[in-house]
């Protein structure tokens, strides 16, 4: 990305107003587009899209290749005929506008969908079948998997019957006998997901709206991907892991985070030429634009801990592939646009492997003048940005900006006013001269929380690391992305030559 400068918000697609519960591939995903052209913004990062698990965390997803359910719009089924709007409006997805009740949603979603399946008459559509064909790499694993687990009540695959937890043929051809109907409202639902989210990303790349996604390091243990091929991780004879992953401790938590996710066998990826990882990234490049690599660092070196520990305390650095898998990927894929989140503890062969694969790393402004960031607070402050990075207020794993300010110490308050030079400002005054400080940035990416924008406190923050109940819930409201806002972020956008300056088509067709 040498010399380019552009800008772009933070929001996820479960944060999108939506009438039946939670953002999705609906009309409101269309207006947001429109909104970012109309605002001068050229990238729209989102948080991972793959079906989630207990917790609701993208980050700990069913499946690394599939979609979401929760994002398929019911508004185009019922265009299509397969749902009426009675039907829809009759289900109980919550009441608060700016909140997503996931409870409320699985209880309902689901009997909709498979009423949409149901109607659809779908193995007779030729291009359900030739999705089918083109994704046969994960598809009959993922949608055997999720059939099954319903058969035996949601449990982890980690406790089913021996023959089909441990994948013996016999059990196999069983199971896709008996749950032939459910594997295909299974592949009905990825099919429909794919459908409609190909014409949501076309209409983003009309506008000049590049879609930046993210991808988790690890898979769930409880995920297809594991299930499916349990050689690639660290797995035992019965398919326990025997060690999984997570963060040391450092200022943030005491105890660090255990995450839980399996480890890979790397020797194993390098034998297969990282055949795995080849296909996920490729996947990943047909359904973005950009693809941001969480926990960069773990290439590097990764945390391991023993599986059943309790906290992260007792665990222990381990090699990652480190360029090898990078100088695989950009010979088989070719040249891609990839972001390395390399936030957290750094050390010089971290920066090193950032360093040589030639991918922008992140800066993100709060942990500048944070004293519980790790020892790098001065690679943050933006006098010391390269263009070859992209530049936050906060991520998505962040307080909001206005949280962070009023959370901080008064000597670091201090030192955020002293940077900015403004002793005057009230705290949102301060925070709108952040937003300004990393648009001037060299960074050649600036990407903002949309939360940051509309000035909002914690009660907007997307996740809190290593709590559960409360994260990955808030909404964006019908007009919270004013007109007024829109026109202020053209002229930031504008004044520091980050403008999205694509022709719009609709316009031209008007001419």
């Given at each position: ?24 591939f609906s ?9 970012l ?92 079948v ?29 406790e ?111 034998n297969?030429?990282?055949e ?79 360093e ?17 960031d ?92 290593s ?40 316009e031209?067709?008007?001419?």
């Amino acid at each position: 990305m040498e010399n380019q400068r552009e800008c772009g918000v933070l929001l996820p697609i479960s944060s999108l107003p939506s009438k039946y519960g939670i953002g999705c591939f609906s009309k409101s995903a269309y207006e947001f587009v429109d909104q970012l052209k109309a605002a001068g913004q050229g990238c729209w990062q989102i948080l991972p899209l793959g079906p989630t698990s207990y917790g609701d965390s993208p980050y700990q997803s069913f499946s690394t290749f599939a979609g979401n359910p929760y994002f398929i719009s019911l508004e185009d089924l019922i265009e299509e005929g397969v749902l009426t709007e009675k039907e829809c409006d009759a289900v109980d997805f919550g009441s608060r506008e700016d909140d997503v009740d996931y409870e409320k949603i699985y209880k309902g979603r689901y009997k909709l969908l498979r009423k949409a399946y149901e109607r659809s008459d779908i193995s007779k559509n030729p291009d359900f079948v030739r999705f089918q064909q083109e994704q046969a790499h994960w598809l009959g694993d993922y949608a055997l998997f999720m059939a099954v687990k319903d058969r035996f009540a949601g449990i982890p695959w980690t406790e089913w019957a021996e023959d089909i937890r441990l994948r013996w043929n016999n059990a196999l051809d069983y199971y896709r006998k008996e749950l032939y109907f459910e594997i295909e409202f299974q592949e009905y639902m990825q099919f429909k997901f794919y459908e409609q989210w190909a014409k949501l990303k076309a209409y983003a790349n009309r506008r000049g709206i590049r879609i930046i996604g993210d991808i988790p390091i690890y898979v769930a243990m409880d995920s297809a991907d594991t299930w499916a091929n349990p050689g690639l991780f660290k797995l035992d004879e019965n398919n326990e892991p025997t060690q999984v992953a997570g963060c040391p401790p450092d200022g943030f938590s005491a105890t660090g985070q255990l995450w839980g996710n399996p480890l890979y066998r790397w020797d194993v990826h390098k034998n297969t030429g990282f055949e795995w990882w080849i296909k996920r990234l490729a996947h990943c490049f047909n359904m973005y634009d950009v693809v941001r690599i969480d926990h960069f660092r773990g290439f590097d070196e990764y945390y391991a801990i023993p599986y059943g520990d309790k906290d992260a305390k007792r665990g222990w650095w381990e090699k990652g592939p480190g360029m090898d898998l990078f100088r695989t990927v950009s010979y088989r894929l070719g040249h891609k646009d990839i972001i390395a989140e390399d936030l957290g503890f750094m050390t010089d062969s971290v920066k090193r492997l950032v360093e040589e694969s030639g991918y922008p790393n992140m800066k993100v402004i709060e942990f500048a003048f944070d004293e519980r960031d790790t020892g790098n607070a001065s690679d943050y402050l933006p006098h010391n940005y390269t263009n070859n990075c992209v530049v936050y207020t906060g991520t998505h794993d962040n307080e909001t900006l206005l949280g962070w300010y009023g959370d901080i110490t008064p000597e670091e308050r201090h030192m955020v006013r002293e940077y900015l030079w403004n002793f005057h400002d009230d705290e949102k005054g301060i925070c709108r001269n952040m937003i300004r400080l990393v648009m001037g940035s060299a960074a050649g990416r600036c990407i903002i929380p949309i939360q940051d924008y509309l000035q909002l406190d914690n009660s907007a923050r997307i996740n809190q690391p290593s709590t559960l109940g409360t994260n990955w819930k808030w909404r964006l409201k019908e007009g919270q992305f004013s007109k007024e806002l829109q026109k202020e972020m053209l002229t930031l956008a504008t004044r520091f030559g980050r403008k999205n300056w694509t022709p719009d088509p609709l316009e031209e067709k008007m001419e």
